[in-house]
């Protein structure tokens, strides 16, 4: 059992770490490897439903290893280890050079399969730990989106287009729904596997966004505190 609990989390490290966007562009004729968002770009460059694609195979990532999990009833600390192990992956990807993605879309993945499988096993309540986060995060992407799809200059085309004008709202919004999950399935008394699990998440998705890129912003930083702050918070070191 030692061996196969090492098996799903190693396979999940290594499925998070699939460069799904980065083959099917060059698939397509563009090079994305030296993108700083996979996501937007592939939208941008390649097509609408081949970033379409690469949202739900992020989302899976974080999944698929959760729900494999469940199904061949996996202890649910190990379900949880795998969750993380997989959106590490994706942030920290080996075929990659460990420089990936910021392990958002692949943390919702993860939270939404845990709180799913433990609502229809052991506490059937545990699904509005991720409504909860949904509604923190959506809010703060319909504050960024709303404005710029109503706008009268924009066209059909340009209030699709994934990306645009950087936010504040967008990565505020995710910072805090990620925040916000370990600590309501600490309050509405969920497994504590699942809580430590979705803190390890939160903790994995801080550290990316603290840490990417640092060096170069810390030699030109006149204040490393609030380069530190603006990363934690908005995803970036300067406003």
């Given at each position: 059992?030692?061996?196969?609990?090492?098996?799903?989390?190693?396979?999940?490290?290594?499925?998070?770490?699939?460069?799904?966007?980065?083959?099917l562009?060059?698939?397509?004729?563009?090079?994305?490897?030296?993108?700083?968002?996979?996501?937007?770009?592939?939208?941008?460059?390649?097509?609408?439903?081949?970033?379409?694609?690469?949202?739900?195979?992020?989302?899976?990532?974080?999944?698929?290893?959760?729900?494999?999990?469940?199904?061949?009833?996996?202890?649910?600390?190990?379900?949880?280890?795998?969750?993380?192990?997989?959106?590490?992956?994706?942030?920290?990807?080996?075929?990659?050079?460990?420089?990936?993605?910021?392990?958002?879309?692949?943390?919702?993945?993860?939270?939404?399969?845990?709180?799913?499988?433990?609502?229809?096993?052991?506490?059937?309540?545990?699904?509005?730990?991720?409504?909860?986060?949904?509604?923190?995060?959506?809010?703060?992407?319909?504050?960024?989106t709303?404005?710029?799809?109503?706008?009268?200059?924009?066209?059909?085309?340009?209030?699709?287009?994934?990306?645009?004008?950087?936010?504040?709202?967008?990565?505020?919004?995710m910072?805090?729904?990620?925040?916000?999950?370990?600590?309501?399935?600490?309050?509405?008394?969920?497994?504590?596997e699942?809580?430590?699990?979705?803190?390890?998440?939160?903790?994995?998705?801080?550290?990316?966004?603290?840490?990417?890129?640092?060096?170069?912003?810390?030699?030109?930083?006149?204040?490393?505190?609030?380069?530190?702050?603006n990363?934690?918070?908005?995803?970036r070191?300067?406003?």
């Open positions: 059992m030692v061996i196969a609990n090492i098996a799903l989390v190693i396979g999940a490290y290594l499925l998070g770490s699939f460069q799904y966007m980065i083959l562009g060059r698939a397509r004729g563009f090079d994305l490897s030296q993108e700083e968002d996979l996501h937007s770009a592939l939208w941008r460059k390649v097509g609408r439903l081949e970033g379409l694609s690469g949202i739900v195979v992020d989302i899976l990532k974080g999944a698929i290893p959760v729900v494999i999990g469940f199904a061949l009833d996996f202890h649910l600390a190990v379900i949880a280890a795998a969750g993380v192990a997989a959106v590490a992956g994706q942030m920290w990807p080996v075929f990659r050079k460990f420089d990936g993605e910021r392990g958002n879309t692949s943390g919702a993945g993860m939270m939404l399969a845990i709180t799913v499988g433990v609502s229809s096993t052991e506490a059937s309540h545990a699904y509005l730990v991720f409504l909860i986060a949904l509604i923190i995060a959506l809010t703060g992407f319909f504050i960024r709303i404005p710029r799809f109503v706008a009268p200059s924009q066209t059909l085309s340009q209030r699709l287009m994934l990306g645009g004008p950087v936010s504040n709202s967008l990565p505020l919004g910072v805090i729904a990620f925040a916000a999950a370990p600590l309501s399935s600490w309050c509405l008394q969920q497994p504590l699942m809580t430590v699990g979705l803190a390890a998440l939160f903790v994995a998705l801080v550290a990316r966004r603290l840490t990417v890129g640092i060096g170069a912003d810390v030699k030109t930083a006149t204040s490393v505190r609030r380069i530190l702050i990363r934690l918070l908005y995803d070191s300067y406003l």
